[in-house]
């Protein structure tokens, strides 16, 4: 189970990468709110990156301190993204970077909450929430010209998945180790999925 996670691990390397190319060469096509979705994907990248390179090129193993910088970065860009495409007020935006800096303050410097994994699931709850009311408006509306709609289904979809793998992990006491990594995989397996649905959407974009 182990080599089986390493190789959907380095699958979605490959993904990300092929994305920030694609997305690179297709970014002056996209409209403000598309270029939205590039600036996700490239911090996603830039985090797995970081996760890649700190071991093996500085040999810094422990890489648990990105996670707090993850969980905030990654829950204001898909909150802005799907703020912006509902057309609320910018007030909500601003109301979502003081929460995640306010979380990054308080994991950094006062170390509160101790379990980042509580901070995660709530991300996912509210990202899923506003990615689900966009989707329902989008198909009621019949916006045909949205071209990022099945970026948002899959998003929607992994990050719902996400909270119920986040909940059974938590409920489930002494997992064993190969346990532990089918649960990894599986997580990984759905991030190869949203991924893939950001590379087949880029590589329909047409200049």
Not at 107 to 136: A, E, H, M, Q, R
Not at 181 to 207: A, D, E, G, M, W
């Amino acid at each position: 189970m182990t080599d089986f996670f390493k190789v959907i691990l380095f699958l979605n390397y490959g993904l990300l990468l092929s994305i920030i190319l694609l997305g690179a060469a297709k970014y002056r096509v996209l409209n403000n709110n598309e270029k939205q979705y590039f600036h996700c994907i490239a911090f996603l990248f830039f985090i797995e990156l970081l996760n890649l390179v700190l071991p093996y090129v500085f040999n810094l193993n422990d890489t648990s301190f990105l996670y707090p910088l993850y969980i905030a970065g990654e829950f204001f860009l898909f909150t802005a993204l799907f703020i912006r495409k509902l057309k609320l007020p910018k007030y909500f935006s601003g109301i979502m970077a003081l929460l995640a800096c306010g979380f990054m303050i308080s994991k950094y410097v006062f170390n509160n909450p101790f379990n980042s994994d509580i901070v995660k699931v709530i991300s996912n709850i509210i990202i899923v929430c506003l990615s689900g009311f966009t989707l329902i408006r989008e198909i009621k509306g019949g916006t045909a010209q949205n071209r990022f709609l099945l970026v948002d289904a899959c998003i929607f979809f992994y990050y719902s998945v996400s909270v119920f793998i986040f909940i059974i992990q938590h409920q489930l006491a002494n997992l064993s180790e190969n346990d532990y990594y089918i649960i990894l995989s599986v997580n990984n397996i759905l991030s190869s999925i949203l991924y893939c649905s950001f590379l087949y959407t880029f590589i329909r974009l047409k200049k």
